[in-house]
Every structure is written in C-alpha cells, then in structure tokens.
C-alpha cells in the first residue's frame, strides 16, 4: 500500500509512470473519516471526566454517582426542547453537559439557549438523587467535568498515521455527529484538523449521520461522487447504514463487536490502525 512501485491500493484510480520511471498512485476516490471513537476516543474519555468529577462528592462510591448522572442527565435531555432534533443531529446528552452550542444554526438556538440550565438542573438532580441538595458542589462538578472534556481527547493508535497516510493522495473528509463548538475543538486538539479537504459537522450544519444528505452535502464539499467514495467510522447505524444507502463504500470500525448483519461494500476491520498500509 502506498506509493512504492508495485504496490496495490483499493482507493487509487490507478498508477502512473511518474518522474525518473518511479510509479505515483493517480487517486480520483474519497474517503471520509468519523472523528468519535474512530480517531479520537471519546465515550471513554467522558466516562473518565464524570468519574473524575465523581470523585469530589465524598462519602459516595464514584462509581454509582457516575450512573446516576447518566441517567439523570439524559432524563432531562430528553425532556428538553427540541429533543428530536438533537437525536437526529446525533447530540448525546454528555455532551450537552460541555457544549456552548457556538457556531451552530439557527435551529439549536432553543437548545443553546437552554444548555446552562439543563448543565445546571442535571448536575443538581442528580445530587439529589443521591440524597444531597448542594448547589454549590453541582456547580463544581459541572465545573470539573467541563475542565476534564475540553483537555485534547487521545488519538487512537494509527489514527493520525493514517491520516496523514490518506492526506495528498485521496480527497480527504471529515464527516462528524456532535455540537459544534466541542467538535471544532476535540478536532484541533488533533492536530489534524488542515490535512482534512473538508469538515462537516452535524450540530453545524444542521445535518446529523445517517441522513443521506449529510453525506451527499461532504461528498459535494470534496468535489466527489458517491460511487467513487468511502465512509470510515464505528458506528454501524450512523456511519455504515448511512454511507451505503447514500451510495458510498464503507468500512466498519469493530472494535471486537459482532458485526450486526452482512452487507455488500462493507469492509470490517477491527481497529482504525489495521487500514494503514492494506487495501480497503
């Protein structure tokens, strides 16, 4: 896989002799990468923030006050206004707890508007729900979570090596579910963020995975065509199912998990690390 003379690579066009005889890869293919848990970890870096926060209410097993600021948190999210929209756009509820919801369309406005509130009555509930009716830790809970999630998320191992692999020899995209704010920042934290031809983000363009216009909005970003294009992530009802009925090709990130049924144009592989240097 690469440039090297003789070498195969699923998303070249094809090869040409190049300068000194030497074989360049001639790319007319696209491929699109999801940045949670695909390059970056994130369900495991907020569990890790609530827990952190957790930590600070004494006399408690963190642990239990992690599930019940799960729980009480997405309760009241999904009382929210615009709980729909949000669904749609892909928006959890631990994100909600950090997000400011800058830079996004005028149809969050409701949600941004109502984000302090909902960062404050979660944390507080939840409290409450353990038996302790202290604003004043809520309120330094929240603080402490909000501090954790905005330290850089980690890459995945291959990850930025693969980016950078794809970076000048395919027309490279980043197709995101979140808000906005928070994702323009997980994705600087990066350092990648200017290898990517284009950047869409749901919570900004009011757009959410698995919608077939999301990826047909990236792919026009990219100058691209479905037909000639690839999808790369790990969710398989956003990511995958999303790709393939947009027409693109796709490749399912594992993670260990069982693959939920076969479909053709799919590539399963197990970890994002396992794409640098073979065919997909």
Known sequence: MG??????????????RGPLGMF????????????????IVEEEVAHSSLRRAAELVTGRDPGQVVEVVLTTARRIWRAGPDYALCHQLGIASWEGLWATFEASP??????????????????????QELGID????????????????????????GAAELVHFLEGRCQLGLLTNGP????????AGTGLADCFGAVVISGEVGLGKPDPDVFALTLSRLDAKAASAVMVGDSWARDII??????????????????????????????????????F
Do not use: C, M
């Open 106 to 127: 005028s149809i969050l406005d409701e949600v941004r508007e109502w984000a302090p509130v909902y960062r404050q009555e979660a944390w507080r509930a939840a409290l």
């Open 24 to 39: 360049a890869v001639v790319i007319s293919k696209a491929v699109i990468l999801d940045l949670d848990d695909t390059l």
């Open 134 to 157: 202290d604003p004043a830790l809520a309120a330094t809970l929240s603080d402490s979570y909000v501090e954790s999630q905005r330290a850089p998320h980690p890459l995945i191992d």
């Open 242 to 279: 999303g790709a393939l009925d947009a027409g693109l090709s796709a490749v399912w990130i594992s993670a260990g998990r069982p693959q939920p049924e076969k479909r053709p144009n799919v590539t399963v592989v197990n970890a994002v690390g396992e794409l640098v240097g073979r065919n």
């Open 180 to 187: 906005a704010d928070i994702q323009h920042h997980k994705l």
């Open 3 to 16: 440039s090297e003379p003789g070498s195969d690579w699923a998303l070249a066009g094809g090869f040409t």
